[in-house]
């Protein structure tokens, strides 16, 4: 029988190992990043233990004094970086800001326009047929945007088309999500905001990939060009722990914060939200630099992929303008088992539905493509010479079929160059030290 010690004992086991693992992987899952030491510090202070419903400075719980100040930096930090007129920092992940945005703006049974899935939609944007979160949560009608499969972008015209049928049908769209989970390229918020504001809908943008981006003033301004509201998670290309946030304009700052509380949350994370203030000063510090090395990374990843025979998708556009790269792996299998192949040697990225998946009767299970992601391993310190080095391994293991724990040996020889995090102020400790402080 297993002791109570032991349970515990073999927990901490577990953590360990999975610290060595990724102190020895290369980590391209592209909705992961890395927090420096002074994030990881934030999150194990007693904020986390604390209760502070309602808005700063008007809360219903004594104790508050101190968390009340960081969250306001957190807000003011925010602020400056999205040009936000009004924040809140509440929300605990990307999908409960989703959530926050179709309580504010929508009511159920109202139709919302986003991506699909195999085109780069989340699963929170999702239909009620498939159990995502606009649908089976919130009971919205989920219409479609049109894809350019080409592209990788949003089709503007095909887009218009769909709106004039819905409205001819009697199903106007209220709100309009833009953004994605695979998302190379900006989306054309600019061209069509006025499409949607004409028909009565909110325009929404979804950065919980991009926000780092947007932030470093690397990829599109959302508010600048025509965006009602934008949703956040704080944890992808913005380096800070797991959590989300919803950024507007002033006009609509109570209704999103009575979505917030009392709708959906009544603890929200404190130390997660002293974590988003470190990460956004680091941000407002480094955030400029860091981006414009997260693009030309995911660039030459793309170029480097390309080169060695991969058919990385729009490859005549440069592959990217973000950190994504997306790569139709059909040539050598399916993504599910290239994912596994990969993960033997030590390189952590995931399998990807592509846009026309569904039509060739593929499955999420076993995908045409992979995604991989550049910014933990440019918070690593990694660059152009790097992105070459790591397409090489996955030569060895996708295309030339290497045993693996030789090219694994390999990728752990080449992480030992790269164990500290940067574009943060401080980082005596190492990226995936294990901290024990039992
Ligand atoms: C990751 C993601 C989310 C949700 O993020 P969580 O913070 O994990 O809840 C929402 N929308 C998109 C487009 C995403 O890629």
């Not at 997660?272 to 981006?291: D, Q, R, S, T």
């Not at 090489?392 to 079929?401: G, H, W």
């Not at 992480?415 to 030290?433: D, I, L, P």
């Amino acid at each position: 029988m297993t002791s109570a010690r032991e349970y515990y004992d073999q927990t901490f086991g577990f953590l360990q190992q999975h610290h060595r693992l990724f102190r020895e992987a290369v980590p391209l899952i592209a909705s992961e990043n890395v927090p420096s030491p002074a994030v990881r510090e934030a999150l194990v202070t007693d904020f986390g233990n604390r209760y502070a419903e309602g808005w700063p400075e008007e809360r219903v719980y004594a104790g508050c004094v101190y968390i009340d100040r960081v969250e306001l930096l957190c807000i003011e930090l925010m602020k400056k970086l999205f040009k936000a007129e009004f924040v809140d920092v509440r929300p605990i992940s990307g999908v409960m800001s989703n959530l926050v945005l179709y309580t504010a703006f929508t009511d159920p049974g109202d139709v919302m326009m986003a991506l699909p899935i195999p085109c780069g939609g989340h699963i929170s944007t999702g239909k009620k047929k498939f159990g995502g979160t606009a649908g089976a949560v919130r009971d919205l009608v989920v219409e479609y945007l049109a894809l350019d499969h080409k592209e990788l972008n949003i089709d503007v015209d095909r887009t218009k088309e769909r709106v004039k049928k819905l409205v001819e049908k009697g199903k106007a769209p209220k709100l309009v999500m833009f953004g994605a989970s695979v998302f190379p390229f900006p989306h054309p918020v600019r061209e069509l905001a006025d499409t949607f504001r004409d028909v009565g809908a909110t325009v929404a943008y979804d950065a919980a990939h991009v926000a780092g981006l947007i932030a470093g003033g690397c990829f599109q301004d959302p508010l600048r060009e025509g965006a009602d509201v934008v949703t956040l998670s704080t944890h992808k290309t913005l380096f800070g722990p797991q959590h989300g946030g919803v950024l507007s304009w002033d006009r609509y700052a109570d209704r999103i914060k009575r979505a917030t509380f009392p709708g959906l949350s009544s603890n929200h994370h404190l130390h997660a939200v002293a974590g988003v203030a470190i990460a956004c000063a680091e941000l407002l510090e480094f955030g400029k630099e860091y981006v414009k090395q997260v693009v030309r990374n995911a660039k030459a990843l793309g170029q480097a992929l390309f080169e060695r025979s991969f058919d990385v998708l729009a490859e005549h556009k440069g592959f990217t303008e973000s950190h994504v790269v997306l790569v139709d792996i059909t040539k050598y299998g399916d993504g599910g088992t290239i994912e596994g192949e990969l993960e033997k040697a030590n390189v952590i990225l995931n399998r990807n539905l592509l846009p026309w998946d569904i039509k060739a009767g593929r499955h999420f299970m076993h995908p045409g493509g992979i995604r991989l992601g550049t910014s933990e391993v440019t918070r690593l310190g990694m660059k152009e010479n790097e992105m070459a080095e790591i397409a090489e391994f996955m030569k060895r293991v996708v295309i030339d079929k290497e045993d693996v724990n030789k090219v694994k040996k390999d990728v752990v020889e080449f992480r030992r160059g790269f164990q500290k995090v940067h574009f943060c102020f401080e980082n005596m400790t190492e990226a995936y030290k294990y901290v024990k402080i039992r």
